[in-house]
Each structure stands twice: as C-alpha cells, then as structure tokens.
C-alpha cells in the first residue's frame, strides 16, 4: 500500500510571502499521480495541483508550484505570495485507483 | 457544469440504526468515489465505482456498501451504526481514465450518538 507522509503538522506564514509545506510518499510504482488539495473551514476539498510522474517538469498554477523528485519520492507544494484565503488544511495525495492522503499541514496566514 | 454534490449535509443518527447518503457527480463523469474522514484516522478510502460497478474497495467492513445508478449518481449505505461512524463522507467524482483527477463534493456530517 503506498503511503504519504507530512512530516509539519502546522505550518504559519505571513501575508504576501512564501511558505513550502513538505510531502514525501513511498511506491514501487513508476507511472502514477501526485496532487495537492485544500480544505478550508468549509471542509470542501479543493484540487489545487497535480503532477504526473514520468513528467519531469514541475506543475505551476498561478501562485502555487510544486517540487517534484521523484528519485527522493518528495513532492512539495510552494505557495508565493500568501493570501488570507490561503489559509486552510493541504493535502499531500498519491493516486493510483484511489487517492491515499497525508495527515495534513495546517497553513495559517498571518495579516 | 455543477459541481459534485451531496445529499443530505447533516445527519445525526442513532447507534443501530442504518444511513444512506447520495452523491451526484460532475455530468459526464462516470466515477464515485467514497471517503471517510475522521480526526484520529484521517482521510480513507471506501470504495470506487464506475459504470454502476464497484471498481475498488477499501478496507471497512461489510456494513458499508454502495450502489451506482444509470445516471452515475451513487449512494452509500452504513448498516449498525456504531458511535465510530461519525465523519465527514466525502464523495468525489471523476472521469474515471488517465489521472483520475477527483473532484470532491461538500461532504455528509454524520454524527451518531
């Protein structure tokens, strides 16, 4: 089974600057899906960004990158210029035929 | 196109009783997938279907079941309730090919007291 690990449990970063939360995950896989979801209050979650693997490029959308290395199975998730409605819980996610989930990063923006 | 939603948003039940939720997915998308989310365990996998089949499962017991209608929506069904059944479900839906990219729903609170 594979599994995905975030290793900060709380992540606090002030507003208009960068925060990178950490996800490493473990497969024996090598054609797979990683992305990254938000859940804020609400509770609904939110695609934010995904990666395939046997691409070596890194996904960008808008204020939000990834670093993809897929020897060191680590894909982090960089936010640029953090707003208030940033602040939520992010997933870390791998899929193959279902997504397995990291435990979560608490982001919260500080004004 | 709407999103995914999910029906009822609140539920409170109580222990031994039975709970069906419902779930409609993004039009086109042939794919439901079910999640439970608690605060000790996390985000888990239920079960998938796709074209009214169960595709996968997880590992929950028998008391949790689903079905997939024509349309595509889905429901999820827990018998015997147990106070350990309380979550979020989390219903998501996809195309069901390539990435598999999953659009989640609102979510069911379910409380079971």
């Known amino acids: 089974a594979q599994t995905v690990t975030q290793s900060q449990p709380e992540m606090s970063v002030q507003e208009a600057e960068t925060v990178t939360l950490s996800c490493t995950y473990d497969?024996?896989?090598?054609?797979?899906?990683l992305f990254w979801y938000k859940q804020p209050p609400s509770r609904q979650m939110i695609l934010v960004i995904r990666?395939?693997?046997?691409?070596?490029q890194n996904a960008t959308e808008n204020r939000f990158s990834v670093n993809f290395q897929k020897a060191a199975k680590s894909f982090s998730l960089k936010i640029s210029d953090s707003q208030l409605g940033d602040a939520a819980m992010y997933f870390c996610?791998?899929?193959?035929?279902?997504?397995?989930f990291g435990a979560g990063t608490t982001v919260t923006v500080r004004a | 196109k709407a999103g995914v939603t999910q029906t009822p948003r609140y539920l409170i039940k109580t222990r031994g009783q039975q709970v069906t939720l419902s779930c409609s997915p993004i039009?086109?998308?042939?794919?439901v997938s079910w999640y439970q989310q608690t605060p000790g365990q996390g985000l888990q996998f239920l079960f998938e279907?796709?074209?009214?089949?169960?595709?996968n499962k997880g590992n929950f017991p028998g008391r949790f079941s689903g079905r997939q209608f024509s349309n595509s929506r889905s429901e999820m069904n827990v018998s015997t309730l147990e106070l350990g059944d309380s979550a979020l479900y989390l219903c998501?839906?996809?195309?069901?090919?390539?990435?598999?990219?999953?659009?989640f729903g609102p979510g069911t609170r379910l409380t079971v007291t």
């Open positions: 998501a839906s996809s195309s069901g090919q390539g990435s598999h990219e999953q659009y």
């Open positions: 497969t024996s896989e090598s054609d797979y899906y």
């Open positions: 990666q395939e693997a046997y691409k070596q």
């Open positions: 996610a791998y899929n193959d035929y279902k997504l397995s």
């Open positions: 039009s086109g998308h042939r794919s």
């Open positions: 279907y796709f074209s009214e089949t169960q595709r």
